[in-house]
Structures are given as structure tokens and as C-alpha cells.
Nanobody, 125 residues
Framework: QVQLVESGGGLVQSGASLRLSCAAS????????MAWFRQAPEKEREFVAA????????LYADSVKGRFAISRDRLKKMLYLQMNTLKPEDTAVYYC??????????????????WGQGTQVTVSS
């Protein structure tokens, strides 16, 4: 059983930074990729970034490339998303996710089998 708890969201002004965290409870033998997704009101869930088990492969959505940075601490079982130069269009609920079976994952939410409850990020203009 995997449980994910996100934190770090909030209300910020355009241009500000936020750091999201995701605490994962899972077997110490698990070696799966993790990712961040987001969902704005009345929109489909959108891929943000993914990171491999060893952190040697990282993938970003074009919309966040150069502004966001994903990282993980395997020992602490934590996933992070550093978000800089935030824009109003970044407003969404942000979810962390664990891949179903692979140590490196892509942008398809169907490949991720475990999800957190989400944390709200609101960027005002």
C-alpha cells in the first residue's frame, strides 16, 4: 500500500516561488518513478514533471521547463517540486503520483497507480 501526502501549496503573486513536497509511505524495496501532475478547474489533469528512481532521468512539460525543478530524496521517501517565476496559468491543484511498475515514467497519468490528495496552488496576477 502506498500513501502520498502533498504539502506546500498556497496563494502567491505572479513571479513568486513555491516549493511543493510529497511524503510517500511505501515499501523500502519499491523503486518506482514519481511525478507531479496538476488540474485546473474544468480542465483535464495535466502532466508537470517526472523523475526516475535514481533521479538520472527527468522529464518536464514544455509549459514549466526552465521554471520548475523536480527532485526526490529516496532515503527520506520525499518528492519535491520547486516552482519559480509562477504565472496565473500555473493555478491548479497539484498531485504527486507513483508509477505502477517502472523506475522511469512519462507523462501519461494512466501509468501512475498511486496519487496524493493534492495541494492547491493559486497565483494571482
Amino acid at each position: 500500500q502506498v500513501q502520498l501526502v502533498e504539502s506546500g501549496g498556497g496563494l502567491v503573486q505572479s513571479g513568486a516561488s513555491l516549493r511543493l513536497s510529497c511524503a510517500a509511505s511505501m515499501s523500502s524495496s519499491a523503486s518506482y518513478a514519481m511525478a507531479w501532475f496538476r488540474q485546473a478547474p474544468e480542465k483535464e489533469r495535466e502532466f508537470v514533471a517526472a523523475i526516475s528512481w535514481r533521479s538520472d532521468k527527468i522529464l518536464y512539460a514544455d509549459s514549466v521547463k526552465g521554471r520548475f525543478a523536480i527532485s526526490r530524496d529516496r532515503l527520506k521517501k520525499m518528492l519535491y517540486l520547486q516552482m519559480n517565476t509562477l504565472k496565473p496559468e500555473d493555478t491548479a491543484v497539484y498531485y504527486c503520483a507513483v508509477h505502477r511498475y517502472a523506475d522511469y515514467g512519462g507523462a501519461d497519468p494512466a501509468d501512475y497507480g498511486y496519487w496524493g490528495q493534492g495541494t492547491q496552488v493559486t497565483v494571482s496576477s
